[in-house]
């Protein structure tokens, strides 16, 4: 009996964590309530490892859904640009996401295009990917926690709690209009 009392204990918790997962999302509506958008945590002081949002449009004539993960990554600001034969330096084009899930599994996206930025002091680059989650992707971060993920070489682990939050944050936008 004790034991079945842990379990539902534990399972009680676990359900109790899943709705503040969703309770931290922020919601904003416009004035006319045909443009919402959701966003999970995020401190704006900080650049935001991962960041999970879901833009609808509910106008009958323009609807649409974005719904986006945003991956980024610090790294050193030489690192974005290379030399051309003349001697230029230009910004270099990078390419490719990988995702590395707690059970092994990966997800990778090779024909993904990197964007650069440079954080406000101006002294690091910033490496960003923007992934257009679909069903096939929405089913994978929403029920896999994410341990790494790479841009263009360039690795960041992804602690527990962390990846744990993420994958709630995809379960939770899923579900909302």
């Keep these: 009996m004790k034991g079945f009392l842990f379990l539902l204990a534990i399972s009680v918790a676990s359900l109790a964590n899943a709705q503040d997962y969703c309770k931290q999302i922020k919601k904003d509506m416009s004035p006319d309530k045909k443009l919402v958008d959701y966003a999970s945590p995020a401190d704006a002081q900080e650049i935001t490892s991962i960041k999970v949002t879901r833009s ?3 106008d009958p004539d323009y609807e649409s859904d974005l719904f986006l993960m945003t991956f980024q990554l610090v790294g050193d600001l030489e690192g974005i640009y290379s030399k051309s034969p003349d001697g ?11 995702v590395e899930f707690e059970d092994k599994s990966k997800w990778v996206d090779d024909t993904i295009k ?8 101006k002294m ?11 069903e096939p992707s929405i089913k994978e971060f929403s029920t896999k926690r ?10 960041k ?3 527990p709690e962390y990846g744990n939050a993420i994958m709630h944050y995809v379960q939770c936008m899923k579900g909302m209009k």
Excluded: C, P
Excluded at 114 to 121: P, Q, R
Excluded at 146 to 154: E, F, P, V, W
């Design 56 to 58: 609808l449009n509910l």
């Design 146 to 155: 994410i341990t790494r993920y790479t841009l263009a070489g360039y690795e």
């Design 114 to 121: 990197l964007s650069h930025d440079v954080t406000s002091d």
């Design 124 to 134: 690091q680059a910033v490496r960003i990917v923007f992934l257009n989650l679909t």
């Design 88 to 98: 230029v330096q230009e910004e270099k084009d990078e390419w490719k996401l990988l």
């Design 157 to 159: 682990t992804v602690t």
